[in-house]
C-alpha cells in the first residue's frame, strides 16, 4: 500500500454554472449564496461591475461574472443566485447562472492553466482546471478577479 495515498491533499471548492460550463472557487472564500435581489446600478462602473446591494445594511458590490469572463450575457433566471465572496476583507457579490454544489478533489486532479489561458490578462484569473471523469472544471482566483484600484476609485473608469 502506498503510504503517500492516505496523505493526498484535498480541495474544497464551491461550484456553479455560466451557460454549460462549470467554475468552481475555493469554499473558504465563499461567505455566502444569496438568490438575486434588487442591484443599484453604480454609474460610471466598469462594465463588469452590476451594481451594489444591501446586505444586512453593509453595501455590498456586485459584479457580472458573465461580463467579467467575457462571456455573452444572458437573462437572469429563477436559478440565478449571487455569491458573496471575501476577498482578503473585500466583501463583494457575483451573479452566477445557478450554483451546484460543494465539490472535494484530491490536490492531483487539478492542473495549472496552460500557459496559452494565463498569457492573456483578461484570463489572469484562471487558477487552474480540474479533471473529472465527465468535464472539467475551470477553478476561478478570486484575488485576481476584480481591480481594487477601481474599487479604491470609487468603482470608476
Given at each position: 500500500m502506498d503510504t503517500n495515498a492516505a496523505h493526498?491533499?484535498?480541495l474544497q471548492f464551491v461550484t456553479f454554472n455560466l451557460g454549460k460550463q462549470k467554475y468552481a472557487i475555493d469554499i473558504l472564500k465563499v461567505q455566502e449564496i444569496n438568490?438575486?435581489?434588487?442591484?443599484?446600478?453604480i454609474p460610471n462602473a466598469q462594465a463588469y461591475l452590476e451594481g451594489a446591494i444591501n446586505l444586512r445594511g453593509k453595501v455590498i458590490p456586485?459584479?457580472?461574472?458573465?461580463?467579467?469572463?467575457?462571456?455573452?450575457?444572458?437573462?437572469?433566471?429563477?436559478?440565478?443566485k449571487i455569491v458573496i465572496v471575501d476577498l482578503n476583507g473585500l466583501v463583494l457579490g457575483m451573479i452566477v447562472d445557478s450554483?451546484?454544489?460543494?465539490?472535494?478533489?484530491p490536490s492531483e486532479t487539478v492542473e495549472p492553466a496552460p500557459p496559452v489561458v494565463t498569457g492573456k490578462s483578461r484570463s489572469d484569473f484562471v487558477l487552474g482546471i480540474?479533471?473529472?471523469?465527465d468535464m472539467l472544471v475551470i477553478?476561478?482566483?478570486?484575488?485576481k478577479m476584480i481591480d481594487r484600484t477601481d474599487l479604491q476609485r470609487g468603482v470608476v473608469r
Open positions: 493526498t491533499d484535498m438568490n438575486l435581489k434588487e442591484i443599484t446600478p456586485v459584479l457580472n461574472l458573465r461580463r467579467r469572463l467575457h462571456l455573452e450575457d444572458q437573462a437572469l433566471t429563477d436559478l440565478s450554483v451546484s454544489d460543494v465539490l472535494r478533489l480540474a479533471k473529472l471523469s477553478i476561478l482566483d478570486m484575488d
